[in-house]
Each structure stands twice: as C-alpha cells, then as structure tokens.
C-alpha cells in the first residue's frame, strides 16, 4: 500500500528556517502532482506549494512566495519543502499529499494524504 510520511518539523524561532521531506513507500508517485498543506488548529488545510512530477512547474500559496521552495527527487520517491523566515502565524501542522489533478490548490482532489508533521514557530 502507497503511503506518504512527512519529517523534518519541530520547534523553531520566528525567522529561522525548516526543511520538510515527504517520502513515498510502498509504491512510486509517478505521473503524480505533488502538494504540501498546512492546517492550524480550528483552521481550514490550506495550500502551501505544489510541484509537477517533471519539477518543472511549481505553483505556491501568495503568502509564502519568496520564502518557500517545493523540490522533488523521483529517484528516492521523495518531496521536500525549503521554509525560510519562518512566521509565527505559520504554526501548524503540515501535510504532504499527491493528486493526478491539473488543480493542484483544492485539497479534496488529493488521493493520497501523509499523516502530517508539527511545525511551531516561536515569536
């Protein structure tokens, strides 16, 4: 069974920087968008990035252009994404997930869903 596992969060201080990984096993994401989101508690999930299975589109939330970046490496089934200046506002908890859809910003159109990794951002 195909199953996303997300790492890298913890617990950081408002400015510094955290990489996300999210690593595919039990299958392979081919042909697959990939989408990272995030959920704060008592908030909707919503979009930070996303990626196409080539890399060569990549699509992210207004609020974290500049500051972000979605990468793959297909070789190792795997999606990282680079957070820099980290926010306070920005705690939460984030998901990696993985959709065939052209829609890459709706969260319902993702098939497949990771069980998430803490991020906490300290003022």
């Known amino acids: 069974q195909v199953q996303l596992v997300e790492s890298g969060g913890g617990w950081v201080q408002a400015g510094d920087s955290l990489r996300l990984s999210c690593k595919a096993t039990g299958g392979t994401f081919s042909g697959y968008r990939m989408g990272w989101f995030r959920q704060a508690p008592g908030k909707d999930r919503d979009f930070v990035a996303a990626?196409?299975?080539?890399?060569?589109?990549?699509y992210y939330a207004d609020s974290v252009k500049g500051r972000f970046t979605i990468s793959r490496d297909n070789a190792q089934n795997t999606v990282y994404l680079q957070m820099n200046s980290l926010k306070p506002e920005e705690t939460a908890v984030y998901y990696c997930?993985?959709?065939?859809?052209?829609?890459?910003?709706?969260?319902?159109?993702?098939?497949?869903w990771g069980q998430g990794t803490q991020v906490s951002v300290s003022s």
């Open positions: 997930a993985a959709t065939r859809s052209h829609v890459v910003g709706d969260p319902k159109l993702y098939a497949y």
């Open positions: 990626i196409t299975w080539s890399g060569g589109l990549r």
